[in-house]
């Protein structure tokens, strides 16, 4: 049987401009993983995107009935497949040729069970302009752990737990940097697979919800953890 990844994207579809944008991150992810079959679920936030034609063609389509709930929406999405390795998304990224397939290659070779990709353009504050060739084992956010992109193992994530939907939006990534610590889970960046992200540009969407959903949410991680 060969290998599989179901990679889930978030999307919420206000605008052909948004409906452009997740089709970027869906046809450049086509083109990112090699000989890997690719299962792709959108979890949609707009339900009236369909009817407007803002849809997306060779995707299982989800339209959750409820507020947007980062966390919610993508454990929803990551049940809607059964492939050894998932991939959890934003809507706003450009996926390198060859990029997913290489994550999960390097994950097997390095014994990881969570991993990140290399953003080029974000990580050269931390290595300049020459990236280290092998993974770099971490836990800080934004260096290690990126929420945009994660590929995982899903017998991990069935080990640790479903993903805590206390978190909304802000802090997803600091939960479960912390619960991969806590369970002694191996996570990664690695810069050989380099996918690029257009930070923020879904954060005009939240409306009156934006203070809950993004400075809010610590008081959420100090509540679980004690800290940030």
């Known amino acids: 049987m060969s290998a599989s990844v179901d990679a889930v994207v978030l999307t919420n579809t206000a605008s052909q401009e948004f409906h452009e944008m997740t089709r970027t991150t869906l046809d450049t992810l086509r083109g990112a993983c090699g000989e890997i079959k690719l299962n792709l679920f959108v979890v949609e936030s707009n339900p009236a995107a369909s009817e407007s034609g803002l849809v997306y063609e060779g ?20 049940e809607l497949g059964d492939s050894e390795h998932v991939l959890m998304c934003n809507n706003d990224l450009i996926f390198e040729p060859g990029s997913v397939s290489l994550l999960i290659s390097q994950m097997a070779v390095h014994g990881l ?13 931390y290595y300049g302009k020459h990236p280290p060739d092998d993974p770099v084992l971490g836990y800080e956010i934004e260096n290690h752990v990126c929420g945009w992109c994660i590929c995982a193992r899903r017998d991990m994530l069935g080990r640790v737990g479903p ?15 912390k619960t991969l610590q806590r369970e002694g889970v191996r996570h990664a960046l690695v810069p050989r697979s380099m996918v690029r992200h257009e930070f923020s540009r879904s954060h005009g969407l939240l409306g009156e919800r934006h203070h809950e959903m993004t400075h809010g949410q610590k008081t959420t991680m100090l509540e679980k953890w004690g800290q940030l």
């Not at 995707?59 to 990551?78: D, I, V």
């Not at 805590?164 to 802000?170: A, G, L, P, V």
């Open 59 to 78: 995707c299982n389509t989800l339209t959750p009935n409820s507020k947007f709930n980062y966390n919610l929406f993508m454990q929803m999405g990551l």
């Open 113 to 125: 069970e969570s991993a990140s990709p290399y953003e080029p353009n974000w990580h050269v504050r």
């Open 163 to 177: 993903l805590d939907e206390r978190f909304s939006f802000w802090c997803q990534d600091s939960n479960y940097s």
